[in-house]
């Protein structure tokens, strides 16, 4: 499908990240007003409180825009999502004569804070990047243990904590934890020194269900995506991993970038997984091209410096779908609810600057890497801005997430001061 031309000229533009086919889903606020639902189009949000008030939004459903989250719209399910996008289409089209209506609730998005855009009911981060895990366990276990022995059978996955979900341009502060001692030394309680990032995307749960669901299913269950970064704390993850997974080490904060994309945008970027070295169960068998290409970038910008990309990769390598992993998620009859946030894994590929963390980066601190500054890096240093950036490209359009930031702030002098 080529561009959707707009009236909004800014959203025309080949590497605008929000062309009338994006149409993605953020909370906002300007001033002092309080956050409401946008759409972004262009360099500008189409304000739906507004919209809604004018009239232009009603589907007979009741007010779906007086509350500062998208749970609402999600929790009315897959038609009238639909219709929510034709209508939205119809507003912002070129050819639908709806601009002297709707130019006068348009916001600057360069005005604008964005805020999370849902209500996290509750969050999983998975494991079902292939490189990932075979790099990771062959720093942890030897090459010959690199992949555990279910990995190929089921995305593997724990479960996270909603609370812990902020948006991004929230500053991350560097967790303090209890890390091994040296040898057969106690261990100690100290602030983490191996502070890393996770590229991963987020799929958003739009529908409850209660009882097992299909592949198919699944991917009809989700909302969107976003960009997602799994801030790890790797020196306490390694203390504390087995035998449940990791607990603290991810516990203190999880950066998703401010836009919903919805599947619908991203259905022309549909792919296959790739090939299955064992066959799935038949419950978790591919039913249709579930992943998405997607082109993914990861900066680093130290205080004051400029930035430097530590990867590139495609969210495309990636093992296990989200449906997949939704899917698995329900076989135990695990409730899952409006407003689940399933992280899909860490996005490395296979080659060495296509790695999604600094752990394999540096390849766990034994090759630390140069920035353009000439300074090198390990893990994060305080002070340093992590960023992570998405793209899929069309014909003649970009579809954008918006970036997924977060700043190291340093760890408390002392956690436990009162
Ligand atoms: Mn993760």
Not at 7 to 16: G, K, Q
Not at 127 to 147: C, I, K
Not at 211 to 224: H, L, N, R, S
Not at 328 to 352: F, N, R, W
Request: negative net charge; contains cysteine; glycine residues 10%.
């Amino acid at each position: 499908m080529p561009l959707m031309r707009s009236w909004v000229e800014s959203a025309n533009a080949p590497d605008s990240p929000f062309p009338l086919n994006n149409l993605p889903y953020g909370v906002f606020s300007t001033g002092d007003e309080d956050p409401r639902c946008g759409v972004a189009i262009g360099d500008r949000i189409l304000d739906c409180r507004a919209a809604e008030d004018l009239g232009l939004l009603d589907f007979g459903t009741g007010r779906l825009f007086d509350v500062p989250f998208w749970n609402e719209v999600m929790e009315e399910g897959p038609e009238l999502w639909e219709r929510l996008r034709n209508t939205l289409t119809g507003l912002l089209s070129e050819a639908g004569g709806a601009r002297a209506t709707v130019e006068p609730i348009l916001v600057a998005q360069a005005d604008a804070e964005m805020h999370l855009p849902f209500l996290v009911s509750e969050y999983t981060d998975f494991y079902a990047g292939r490189h990932h895990a075979t790099n990771v366990g062959t720093m942890f276990r030897g090459a010959e243990n690199a992949l555990p022995p279910n990995w190929l059978h089921i995305p593997i996955g724990y479960n996270g904590r909603a609370s812990s979900i902020v948006v991004s341009g929230t500053d991350v502060r560097r967790p303090w934890g209890q890390l091994k001692g040296p040898d057969d030394a106690a261990p100690r309680f100290a602030p983490c020194a191996r502070f890393d990032l996770e590229l991963e995307m987020g799929a958003i749960v739009g529908q409850s269900s209660d009882g097992p669901v299909t592949v198919k299913e699944a991917d009809a269950m989700i909302f969107g995506y976003v960009l997602l970064n799994d801030w790890s704390a790797r020196d306490i993850q390694a203390w504390e991993y087995q035998p449940l997974g990791p607990f603290q080490a991810k516990a203190t904060a999880t950066t998703i970038s401010p836009w919903i994309v919805t599947r619908e945008a991203l259905d022309p970027f549909r792919t296959n997984t790739p090939a299955r070295e064992k066959e799935l169960l038949p419950h978790l068998r591919d039913a249709g091209p579930m992943l998405y290409d997607i082109d993914l970038e990861v900066t680093l910008a130290p205080e004051g410096r400029p930035a430097t990309t530590l990867a590139r990769t495609n969210y495309s390598v990636m093992y296990y779908s989200s449906a997949q992993q939704l899917a698995h998620h329900t076989t135990s009859g695990c409730p899952m609810t409006c407003g689940d946030l399933l992280g899909s894994g860490t996005i490395s590929g296979p080659e060495k600057h296509q790695r999604g963390s600094l752990l394999e980066l540096s390849w766990g601190g034994k090759e630390p890497i140069t920035l353009d500054s000439g300074e090198t890096r390990s893990f994060l240093e305080d002070g340093d801005t992590l960023t992570l950036k998405a793209s899929a490209r069309g014909d003649g359009y970009t579809i954008g997430f918006g970036d997924c930031t977060g700043k190291i702030l340093p760890a408390l002098t002392d956690p436990f001061a009162r």
